[in-house]
């Protein structure tokens, strides 16, 4: 996310309660919010409703966000927190066919065969997992800011970034993958 | 390979829009929940409660001390009283026994002034 000259403005005016700013907030950081949380829910439905309800918590928690990059933690934090809550409580295999088409269709016209495989596949990790690869690819956050997003140490962002990493290669590739222990439960997969 | 994977899955994790009027939707849900005017900040707070605590417990530990110096010398007093009372009793046998013996030797000198008449 680049950090807009005028957004310590926009905070600090939202924060003594102008309502256009806190809109500018929003508009700035609704791409960042909104893609984490369907990546990670892979509903486009359920993807609004949290990311809206992530901006609502912002908006009654503004006072205690201090700068910029500190609402972008924020919100970061705050849209995997809600994203793993949504998904605990969701019965297994939730995903919705279509929805899943959808995010394959997007990805299809850079490459039309890894990026739907791959997507796919994004879904069976589990919710950690999913988490930590999402701020890894599509944020470009590094093991130590992730570790500190998702309350993990390092250690255990970097085990599963290369757990997911291989779990995804010998999917994609179709290698025989029997030296991978894949345990399928409530619909993901623990590596 | 591990590069491509990384560079299929940016590709595939790449940002997306949500749907039109998104923000406007946002400001609609919050229309009725007011912004909160900004607090100021107490900075002081922690302070002010570790200097409480500090004073509490300089307080609490003067009156144990003070409680304890004053049952000292109750003590003391005490100790002084019956070594006193214990005294006075040495002294009351003794001045018994001198009037007996002065007793004593005036009458044996009476008789012997009766015999010499």
Known sequence: VTVLPDLPDALTNAKSGDSVA?????RTHQRLVFSMILRMVSNRHSAEDLAQETFLQLHRNLVSIETADHLVFWLRQVAMRK???Y?????????ELSEAAHCQDEAADRDPLLGPQLLKLFDHLTYDARAVMLLRYQDDLDPTEIARVLSMSI???????????????TRTLGR??????VLIDRGRVSL | MTQDIESALRGALRPVEPDEGFAERVMARITNEPLRPMRPQRRWMPYAIAASLVGAISVLVGTHQHEQRIREGQAARAQLMAAMQMTGDKLELVYQAVNDSSAASDSSTESMDTKRF
């Open chain 1, 83 to 85: 994203s793993i809550d």
């Open chain 1, 176 to 181: 025989d993958h029997s030296d991978s222990v």
């Open chain 1, 22 to 26: 806190f809109a500018t907030l929003v």
């Open chain 1, 155 to 169: 250690n255990t962002v970097k085990s599963h970034l290369k757990r997911s990493l291989a779990f995804l290669r």
């Open chain 1, 87 to 95: 998904l605990r409580c969701q019965p297994r295999n939730e995903v």
